[in-house]
């Protein structure tokens, strides 16, 4: 049964979903920039059956406190460090997209002794010229046009084009989840983003560690192998038909490879 709860944590307060047994190992989803726990829908079901499932709105993200930014990685590791410690999880699997992704290479080097293993999808691990450039400009948009505008811009790189022309179900989940995350959010998160800066250390990652990405993710593939090649004993899986979002386009074989890894 899920609960949904309130937890103050790190300066803000949050809101997170718990599902699955009580006597199941832990495991954290992290969601994307600009959407929220339900972005982990299709795997519960899933992932409930070995883990107990904490998804947490980021911070300035869905129904979490719109906090003014900007934030940083460091900061967003401690936000779910400290939730983990106000609900009692002593260690957790995590398992993280886009930003979440990210989040989750951060907890694995700084709160090493707190993750069992980590499943980071499509995304990169540093911010080069073109990333920063990418933000400020998305700011700019937010600033002058709204939400609504960067939904527009959002969405094509998000899912593939057959996904936007067959499945409007999915295009408008994602939609409603984009316009629903703050401005303040959105501005503190990207900036958080322009700072990204964890690809010289990931050789030091020890946990288990998976990268999944969609095979068309723009040029997250190309550089997720990159990123590969520099963590020990790591397991690299692309999942077909799939953009950025792999998980809501692809969950059969999203939820396939996730699974198989985490319980191991």
């Known amino acids: 049964m899920q609960k949904e709860r309130r937890v103050s944590a790190n300066g803000a307060e949050f809101?997170?979903?718990?599902?699955?047994?009580?006597?199941?190992?832990?495991?954290?989803?992290?969601?994307?920039?600009?959407?929220?726990?339900?972005?982990?829908?299709?795997?519960?079901?899933?992932?409930?059956?070995t883990f107990r499932v904490l998804r947490i709105d980021a911070r300035g993200h869905g129904r979490s406190e719109p906090v003014e930014g900007p934030y940083s990685f460091d900061?967003?590791?401690?936000?779910?460090?400290?939730?983990?410690?106000?609900?009692?999880?002593?260690?957790?699997?995590?398992?993280?997209?886009?930003m979440g992704g990210m989040t989750a290479?951060?907890?694995a080097l700084?709160?090493?002794?707190?993750?069992?293993?980590?499943?980071?999808?499509?995304?990169?691990s540093d911010a080069p010229d073109f990333f920063k450039n990418m933000w400020a400009d998305r700011q700019k948009i937010l600033h002058e046009?709204?939400?609504?505008?960067?939904?527009?811009?959002?969405?094509?790189?998000?899912?593939?084009?057959?996904?936007?022309?067959?499945?409007p179900d999915r295009v408008e989940r994602v939609r409603g989840m984009i316009l629903e995350t703050s401005r303040e959010g959105y501005i503190g998160a990207?900036?958080?983003?322009?700072?990204?800066?964890?690809?010289?250390?990931?050789?030091?990652?020890?946990?288990?560690?998976?990268?999944?990405?969609?095979?068309?993710?723009?040029?997250?593939?190309?550089?997720?192998?990159?990123m590969a090649e520099r963590i020990p004993g790591v397991r690299f899986i692309e999942i077909p038909a799939a953009a950025h979002l792999a998980n809501v386009e692809n969950p059969?074989?999203?939820?396939?490879t996730v699974c198989s890894f985490l319980s191991e």
């Open 15 to 49: 809101r997170v979903l718990v599902d699955g047994p009580e006597d199941k190992p832990w495991l954290t989803c992290l969601h994307s920039l600009a959407t929220r726990a339900e972005l982990w829908d299709d795997q519960i079901a899933e992932l409930t059956k």
């Open 75 to 98: 900061q967003l590791t401690k936000d779910v460090v400290a939730i983990w410690d106000r609900l009692g999880i002593e260690r957790s699997a995590v398992l993280g997209l886009s």
């Open 105 to 107: 290479f951060g907890l």
């Open 110 to 124: 700084d709160h090493t002794s707190r993750v069992t293993r980590i499943v980071a999808a499509d995304c990169r």
């Open 145 to 167: 046009k709204g939400m609504e505008a960067i939904a527009e811009i959002t969405i094509p790189t998000w899912l593939t084009e057959e996904t936007r022309n067959t499945r």
């Open 190 to 226: 990207t900036e958080a983003l322009r700072a990204l800066n964890y690809k010289d250390r990931l050789s030091e990652i020890r946990c288990p560690t998976c990268l999944v990405v969609g095979a068309a993710d723009g040029p997250h593939p190309t550089e997720m192998r990159s």
């Open 252 to 256: 059969e074989a999203f939820n396939k």
